[in-house]
Each structure stands twice: as structure tokens, then as C-alpha cells.
């Protein structure tokens, strides 16, 4: 099979790479930097490469996936006219229907994962959300998938948006908590290496157990004088408060408190 690349963030590195290592070739790199799109067309070993309004048709291409921003996707999409070459485009959030206007043959791509560029994953346990428009795009975004790894799905439209939005609260907000946790321990003058096992132990016990059974911590308790004093100690940083409350009265309209 032969690609195209429009961007050159940290998914088209890992798409790109990966295609290359299971015998894909890449025909050209497209991106706003000429000189970022040359550094990862040498990469992937391609002689093509330039500005995103340098595409023509790709008759070279069996594949032309956009691997930019969410926000990009249309107005990328928006330049492109294809006749015979499948168009794919790797958001989450994003609708195939923001493709559709530039080939007939449309697909959508999503890896479930945290993607940097820095430390691109090698494992193949990476669960990939595919959605197709036509039975040659299918084929097409399957293959592709199946060349980066062994956890494939279908999840079209709706059902997409909802799985990227349940990757938000698993990835990203969990993040951002796990960041407040290190500035109280730093701004404490307490070792956040401490916390270590216990963000491990939690996510060790989600490998065998529902998130609801597996809930300690005050709220469940009904610990009113601990929430209380957690809430004082939280005085200065009104937005940290703020966070604590809210969680709070979450896990005690799931668990009926």
C-alpha cells in the first residue's frame, strides 16, 4: 500500500514509522513547515514532500491520511479533491462528514493512546477506533490498523465522540489531578515520590474491579469533618477547592449519600 501524509505532529510520526516498519510506502509529506515535512519525509524514506496547497491529486497514493489538529481537519480537508484516493483522518472528536467534500472514499483512524513523538510506543496493545464511508475505505483503514495494532474496532459517529470524550476524564483530567496532587506535595515541602504507590495501586485494582467497587476515600465514607477540614486546608487555591467539591458531590450521587 502506498500513503500520503498531511501534518507531521506526534500521530503522523507513529502512523508513518509504523506503516513504513510492515512494508508501507510513503509517497509525499505534507504540512505549514516545508522544513518539518522534509525532516519526517526522510524519515519514512519518501522523496515527496511540501506545503499543504502543493497536494494534487494522488494518483500516487492509495491512501491520504490528515493527521493535524481537530480544528484543522476541515479547512485541510477543505483544499483537497480526490478521485481515487481514500481520504482518512485520525481525531477522536472530529466527524468523517468533515472529510466527505474531498473524496467519495472516506475513513476515520483513531488511536485510543497518548501519542508523543519523544517516546513513540513500541508495544502493539494500542486500541484503534476505525469508521468507514465506503467499502473501499474499509478495506483500506482496516489494513492500515491492523499494521499498528492488534486491538481494532468500529465506532462510528456518535459512539466515537462519546469514547473520546471517556478518554478525556481517563487521560487528561486524570492528569491534571494527578498535577495538583505533585504541587501540594511540592508546595508542602513534601516528596511526591510518596504518592507513587498508591496512583499505581489504583490503577492496578481497574484492571480487575469496576471503578464504583472499588471507591474509598472519604466521600463513600460519609467523612463530613475530613471533607471539611480538606476544604480549609484548600482556602488559597480556590480553583483546587472548587475541583475537590464538585468530585465530591459526584461519588455521593453515585453511591446514593
Known amino acids: 500500500m502506498t500513503f500520503t501524509i ?3 505532529g506526534n500521530v503522523a510520526w507513529f502512523l508513518g514509522k509504523r506503516l513504513m516498519a510492515a512494508g508501507h510506502h510513503c509517497t509525499g509529506v505534507y504540512a505549514r513547515n516545508k522544513d518539518a515535512a522534509r525532516e519526517l519525509s526522510d524519515t519514512l524514506l519518501s522523496d515527496g514532500y511540501g506545503l499543504i496547497p502543493d497536494i494534487k491529486d494522488q494518483r500516487d497514493a492509495d491512501v491520504c491520511i ?6 484543522a481537519i476541515g479547512k485541510v480537508a477543505a483544499q483537497l479533491s480526490f478521485q481515487q484516493t481514500v481520504l482518512m483522518h485520525t481525531a477522536g472528536s472530529v466527524s468523517i462528514d468533515a472529510i466527505k467534500s474531498a473524496s467519495k472514499d472516506c475513513a ?3 488511536p485510543v493512546y497518548s501519542i508523543q513523538r519523544t517516546s513513540l510506543p513500541a508495544h502493539r496493545n494500542i486500541p ?3 469508521e468507514a464511508g465506503s467499502p473501499k475505505a474499509e478495506r483500506y483503514v482496516q489494513s492500515i490498523g491492523h499494521a499498528i495494532t492488534d486491538v481494532l474496532f468500529e465506532a462510528k459517529g456518535e459512539q466515537r465522540q462519546w469514547l473520546h470524550l471517556s478518554a478525556v476524564f481517563a487521560n487528561n483530567f ?5 498535577g495538583i496532587c505533585e504541587s501540594i506535595c511540592t508546595e508542602n515541602d513534601l516528596p511526591f515520590s510518596v504518592m507513587q504507590p498508591i496512583i499505581e ?3 492496578e485494582k481497574l484492571k480487575h ?3 464504583k467497587a472499588v471507591q474509598t476515600g472519604p466521600a463513600i465514607r460519609r467523612d463530613i469533618t475530613t471533607i471539611q477540614d480538606h476544604l480549609a486546608l484548600l482556602g488559597k487555591h480556590h480553583d483546587w477547592q472548587r475541583i475537590y467539591e464538585t468530585i465530591t458531590d459526584s461519588i455521593k450521587n ?4
Do not use: M, Y
Open 66 to 71: 490528515i493527521a493535524v489538529s481537530d480544528i
Open 209 to 211: 474491579n469496576h471503578a
Open 254 to 257: 453515585v453511591h446514593n449519600i
Open 174 to 178: 486524570i492528569n491534571h489531578l494527578v
Open 108 to 110: 476515520v483512524l483513531w
Open 201 to 203: 495501586q489504583t490503577f
Open 128 to 130: 484503534c477506533a476505525w
Open 6 to 8: 498531511i501534518g507531521t
